[in-house]
């Protein structure tokens, strides 16, 4: 399995940005999920969705603001972000395991990692 995030800037308050992860690997057993760390805080979950469709769950802060999608035949996972806030401000990373709908929002129910993308919102 392997992750490549992209799409990370500078936006100001208000704004939005669209954040793209490009897997290879997967099978449809696998969920994929954005998290995010911002400045000396802990990694936190974002947004996952099923690869093989579906069940697409939110964290409370992103929920009405960010949209999580996915195009099979681009073996990518999108999130759109909109709204944007300075809280938001973090590295996001997206993230690929066999989570369970218990374990969807836990960090140690995926295995596999991208590089971080930078985001930075601007007040």
């Known amino acids: 399995v392997q992750l490549q995030a992209s799409g990370g800037g500078l936006v100001q308050a208000g704004g939005s940005r669209m954040l793209s992860c490009a897997c290879s690997?997967?099978?449809?057993?696998?969920?994929v999920a954005w998290f995010r760390q911002a400045p000396g805080k802990e990694r936190e979950f974002v947004a996952a969705?099923?690869?093989?469709?579906?069940?697409?769950t939110y964290a409370d802060s992103v929920k009405d603001r960010f949209t999580l999608s996915r195009d099979q035949d681009k073996n990518t996972v999108y999130l759109q972000m909109s709204s944007l806030k300075p809280e938001d401000t973090a590295v996001y990373y997206c993230?690929?395991?066999?989570?369970?709908?218990?374990?969807?929002?836990?960090?140690?129910?995926?295995?596999?990692w991208g590089q971080g993308t930078k985001v930075t919102v601007s007040s």
């Open positions: 969705i099923r690869w093989s469709g579906g069940r697409i």
């Open positions: 993230a690929a395991g066999r989570a369970t709908i218990t374990t969807t929002t836990w960090r140690s129910a995926y295995g596999h």
């Open positions: 690997g997967l099978s449809s057993s696998y969920t």
